[in-house]
């Protein structure tokens, strides 16, 4: 070991502390505030544990768990993009590109290629693990809203068409969960707290 | 799939958005606030990816993964004890055994008692993986009061002798990077940020 090259890992873990500090439009449950990328990138992770059996047969779920933590860490440089905020998202790729080639890079090469790999497959929505992990980061946004009484949807208003757009991945990914969103959105239709149109 | 068994995980993961209102004593390393125990145990994910090349061979990343994910659970319920709180340590395992009793068997039976054994084996520190994964916990924290200039030592007067008792995991599990720590101390203790006794 050189210590070269545990002062980079050191450095990467320092400056990955900033993703504390990057805040989404999702609410905690008790609307005490907004959730922060880091937060939610465990609470994924959690998610995983408890609904790795919706997903298809032969899920490798350790590469799922390697998925969600690294997937937002490019927000650092690269802020958090609404959901529905259709601007924000002609140039959130490229913004995000700058960002993954700046914080992988503080590691030692073999580490970053090897982490850049796992954002870029989350981002590729191809393998069954990145398409159960997006699928859970659209669950879990879709739970805080839930717990929070409204959240993101009633603060923006946002309306069924965006929510069921937006939940597509989990229809395709975790189609058992499916009748469950659906009752969610129905049910926060029903109190206004998604705009029907 | 019964309705039940995902209505029993959904009310788990909801409740588990309890941990990120739950505070530590380190603060984040810009120093705005505390930092919580849900990005914590983010960062410790992120830690353990970036570090286990430091683990003995053989080490199961993936059940380090679970375990860290799951071992501050039980916070929710029975609070962040501090590390240097004497008095905070003498009920803190009834305190979380009766707070593990309670979150877990939120689950379904079979996932909370393959998700207690996670939480059963952090608190043992006996597997590579549980030791691995306490040394990350001790060193991150190690990180946050770097990053932060001084952090929770500074503020609650920690000496050397307990920081280093503190830090014993990382000397047991991860002795590659022990000089690494022992730096980190003799600067803070040289800047005053330790207390030398």
Same mark, same amino acid.
């Given at each position: 070991m050189?210590?070269?090259?545990?002062?980079?890992?050191?450095?990467?873990?320092?400056e990955?502390?900033?993703l504390?500090?990057i805040?989404?439009?999702t609410?905690l449950?008790d609307?005490?505030?907004?959730?922060n990328?880091a937060e939610?990138?465990w609470?994924?992770a959690?998610?995983?544990?408890?609904?790795?059996e919706?997903?298809p047969?032969?899920?490798n779920l350790?590469r799922?768990?390697?998925l969600?933590v690294?997937?937002?860490l490019?927000?650092?440089d690269?802020g958090?993009?609404f959901?529905?905020?259709l601007?924000?998202?002609?140039?959130?790729a490229?913004?995000?590109q700058?960002?993954?080639?700046?914080?992988?890079?503080?590691?030692?090469?073999?580490?970053?290629?090897?982490?850049?790999?796992?954002w870029?497959?989350?981002?590729?929505h191809t393998t069954?693990?990145?398409?159960?992990?997006?699928?859970?980061?659209?669950l879990?946004?879709l739970l805080?809203?839930?717990?929070?009484?409204?959240?993101s &949807?009633?603060?923006?208003?946002v309306t069924?068409a965006?929510v069921?757009?937006?939940?597509?991945?989990?229809?395709?990914?975790?189609?058992?969960? &499916?009748?469950?969103?659906?009752?969610?959105?129905?049910r926060?239709?029903a109190?206004?707290?998604?705009?029907e149109?």
């Open positions: 050189s210590n070269e090259r545990l002062t980079q890992q050191m450095a990467f873990l320092l990955a502390d900033k504390k500090t805040l989404r439009r609410p449950t609307n005490s505030r907004q959730e990328s939610h990138s609470h994924l959690l998610a995983a544990l408890t609904l790795s919706y997903a047969p032969g899920l350790a799922v768990l390697e969600v690294v997937h937002d490019v927000e650092i690269a958090d993009t959901a529905y905020d601007k924000g998202h002609e140039d959130k490229l913004r995000e700058a960002a993954a080639d700046r914080l992988f890079s503080l590691l030692p090469h073999d580490q970053a290629v090897q982490l850049r790999e796992r870029d497959e989350f981002e590729a069954i693990e990145a398409k159960f992990a997006n699928a859970l980061d659209r879990q946004a805080q809203n839930l717990g929070a009484g409204g959240g &949807w009633s603060a923006h208003g069924r965006q069921l757009r937006r939940m597509g991945p989990v229809e395709d990914a975790l189609p058992e969960v &499916w009748p469950f969103v659906i009752g969610i959105i129905d926060y239709c109190i206004g707290a998604i705009a149109s």
